[in-house]
């Protein structure tokens, strides 16, 4: 299989860690956000995000924000280790 021209993403939100659905939803839709605005700076390649970790307990707007925070750091970090220099 050919390599793909773009960067393509890939989630792993197991029931182990979210227990709730809508945890669940939750997480994704903010991934592919995070990941949709950072997309045209991202190198070619897939980039997989795995929950490895049972979510806090905290509000859904907490959840996001956290899980926001730590996105947007990796992909800063991969964005940042494609520049040259």
């Known amino acids: ?3 793909s021209a ?3 993403l890939g989630l792993v939100v197991g ?7 809508v945890s669940r939803a939750a997480l994704k839709r ?3 956000e995070a990941f949709r605005l950072r997309r045209a700076e991202l190198p070619a390649g897939d980039y997989v ?4 970790a049972r979510i806090p307990s ?3 707007t907490e959840l996001k924000r ?3 925070q730590e996105i947007d750091a990796h992909l800063a970090r991969a964005t940042k280790a494609n ?3």
């Open 1 to 3: 299989m050919a390599p």
């Open 6 to 8: 773009q960067p393509r």
């Open 15 to 21: 029931k182990r860690y979210a227990p709730l659905s």
């Open 30 to 32: 903010v991934t592919r």
């Open 49 to 52: 995000f795995r929950l490895h």
């Open 58 to 60: 905290c509000s859904l």
């Open 66 to 68: 956290q899980a926001r």
């Open 83 to 85: 520049r040259p220099g």
